[in-house]
Every structure is written in C-alpha cells, then in structure tokens.
C-alpha cells in the first residue's frame, strides 16, 4: 500500500527546444513518445512514480497552455493535481507553489521534485533511492537531491561535492559547481566525490517551506499571501495576479547554493536526461552501422552514426551520411551535424524569424 504522505511534483513545463522540430513551444518533447516505446515521457515518468506514490498524490507542474494535453496523456489524473503557471518563471516559484499547496492538503507530506523527460531504465530502483531519500527526510530536516555518478567529464551538467570522508549512503553536500569547463571536469572525477545534479530532489514539505523562508523571504512572502486560497475556487485568480511578480529563479540557486542541511544519495540507476538528439542517440538500440532510427523504415548505403526520425513507416533512403540529425516532422525537415546539435536553439529562432513563429 502506498503511504498517504508520499506527493510528487512532476514538473513538465519546458519547451525541450534542443529536440526541434519535433519539439515545439505548442507540443513539447514531454509529451512525444521520444524512444519509440509506445509511451510519452510524461506517461513513463508518472507510471515510474506511481510504483511509490499513490497516484491522487502526484502533481504535474506546467504551463496554462499544456492543461488539455496533460489531461489527455493522463487520463488518471484529475484537475486538482495540475498545476498550472500563467507564466514562465524558473523552477523556484512554481515548486514553493506547489509545496504550499500541499502541505494546505497534508502537512506530514514528504515529496520528490522530478523531471518528466528522464529516462531511467531501473524502476525497481529509482524506487528504492527514492524510499531511502523518503526515510531520511522524515526523520530529519534535510533538503536531498538524487546525484549521478559520472561517467564521464561532461561540461552540460552542474555537480555536486559531497563530504569525501563519509562512508554512509547518504552524504552531506559541501557544494555544488557550475558547469565546468573539460579540464575542470576531468578534475572533479580524478577527486572521485563529484556526482553529476540531475535536478531531482527531496524533502518534507516543513523543510522545504522553511528553506524558502530564510533564503527566500521575499518570494515566500509573495506565495504564502495565497495560503487561505490555495485549493479553494479563488486560488486561480490569485496566482493569475500574482505568479508573474515571482523572481525568475532556479531552485538549486534559490535554496539548494544557499543551504546547510542538503544531503545527496548516489544513484544506483542508469540514467539520460534525454536533453537533446545526441542523448537520445546514445540511448536508442542502433544497427550494424550505428544508425539509430525511430519510427523509420530506413534504406542506408555508406551511412553511419546517424539519429533518424520519422513518422510512423516513413521510408527514408541515406548514402553517404555519417553523424547526422535527420528529423522529419510536419512541414519541417532538419538535416543537421550531430556535432553542432547544440545550435539547434538558435537554427530554431532563425527559422522563426524568417518563416514564422508557427514553425517552432
């Protein structure tokens, strides 16, 4: 039987802007079944989380535009657990939002903040990181985060430094770094007690709130304004008037960076935050040339490395191509050297600009 005071905010807000074309501002990349596995990742990452925490208890944060698909992808979930910013405003205020509200609903909450694009493979797993990080939270007044051990210096991600002398599973944060340069991060993995953030976290709803009070008074102030009208009819009218006043902050900056009591646990999963076409690359199963494909029907001659995405059987023929993005979606075709994916930002804006905003 799940525990009554497990909750979960899902957060599903981003554009995932890196995955255009078939990623876009009106139908973001969590709600595109990404791997050709039959299910969105808004539906994994719920089904992940509902091995744990009962389903009434999970929230989806995102955007006002997102409620229908939310709804449609979800069919479990009920108004009351959608979460709706009118805004774009970082991480910060739409988690002490959510938070407030739910500890209105259950003050002896404890919950994860998770993102809905991950993909992690090990669910029995996850769970039990997930239990443990719970326990502890229960107990003592900590704010948790999920760490991944790296496997290599990757410069896309921020880390984590943990206290090295500790022989316990969970550890105390000294810091947490930037994204570093390569030499940097060779550096950190020579030291052995860095772990990659993934941006998922923990904690009981009394410690959290309470960390957004003493770093955060002002944009405490600001949501805890709402607390008589939260889960009422009034709450949407007070979050339309007052949700764009909110700083544009991330969580880590806004409690995690200025906080003595966060605590990481070393996650025992296989993990990819599946941020653009090359993390979904490597994901992917490939074939003898190590083209991966979904959806495709593919003929390739002298054609390797590729990422090959298609509609449903759409038969695509490549010679002579090797690591190369080539996405058909719609109106848009993106034929694009995996090595520059991460301009795929700005390829996106220049085909606003001068095709229109409807192409993004």
Request: hydrophobic share 40%; proline share 4%.
């Amino acid at each position: 039987m799940n525990n009554k005071n497990y909750y979960a905010i899902l957060m599903a807000g981003g554009v995932g802007s890196r995955f255009w074309p078939v990623s876009t501002e009106a139908f973001p990349k969590q709600f595109h079944d990404m791997l050709g596995t039959g299910d969105t990742l808004i539906q994994k990452t719920f089904h992940r989380l509902a091995h744990l925490i009962p389903k009434e208890n999970i929230f989806i944060l995102t955007n006002e535009r997102y409620n229908d698909l939310v709804l449609e992808q979800l069919p479990e979930v009920t108004q009351r657990q959608v979460v709706l910013e009118p805004a774009m405003r970082n991480t910060a205020p739409c988690i002490l939002y959510a938070s407030l509200k739910i500890q209105k609903e259950n003050p002896d909450a404890v919950m994860i903040v998770a993102p809905s694009d991950h993909w992690i493979e090990d669910e029995a797993t996850f769970s039990k990181n997930v239990q443990q990080a719970f326990d502890f939270c229960s107990k003592n007044n900590a704010l948790m985060t999920l760490g991944i051990q790296p496997t290599f210096p990757n410069t896309g991600y921020g880390y984590i430094e943990f206290d090295k002398t500790s022989a316990e599973a969970i550890k105390s944060v000294s810091q947490f770094r930037e994204k570093p340069d390569y030499e940097t991060a060779k550096q950190f993995i020579a030291q052995g007690n860095f772990l990659w953030n993934a941006g998922i976290f923990m904690w009981s709803v009394k410690s959290v709130i309470e960390a957004f009070k003493n770093n955060q008074p002002q944009l405490y102030a600001l949501f805890e304004g709402g607390m008589s009208v939260y889960n009422t009819e009034s709450e949407a009218q007070f979050i339309e008037d007052n949700y764009p006043n909110a700083d544009n902050i991330s969580v880590d900056y806004a409690i995690m960076e200025k906080s003595h009591n966060v605590f990481v646990i070393a996650a025992e999963f296989d993990w990819n935050d599946l941020g653009t076409w090359g993390s979904l690359y490597d994901k992917l199963d490939k074939d003898s040339a190590g083209n991966a494909v979904v959806h495709a029907r593919t003929l390739t001659e002298d054609a390797s490395g590729n990422m090959i995405r298609t509609k449903k059987d759409k038969i695509v023929v490549v010679d002579g191509l090797q690591d190369y993005i080539i996405v058909d979606k719609d109106e848009v075709l993106l034929i694009y050297p995996k090595t520059k994916e991460q301009d795929i930002k700005q390829v996106l804006q220049k085909v606003k600009g001068k095709f229109g905003e409807h192409y993004g």
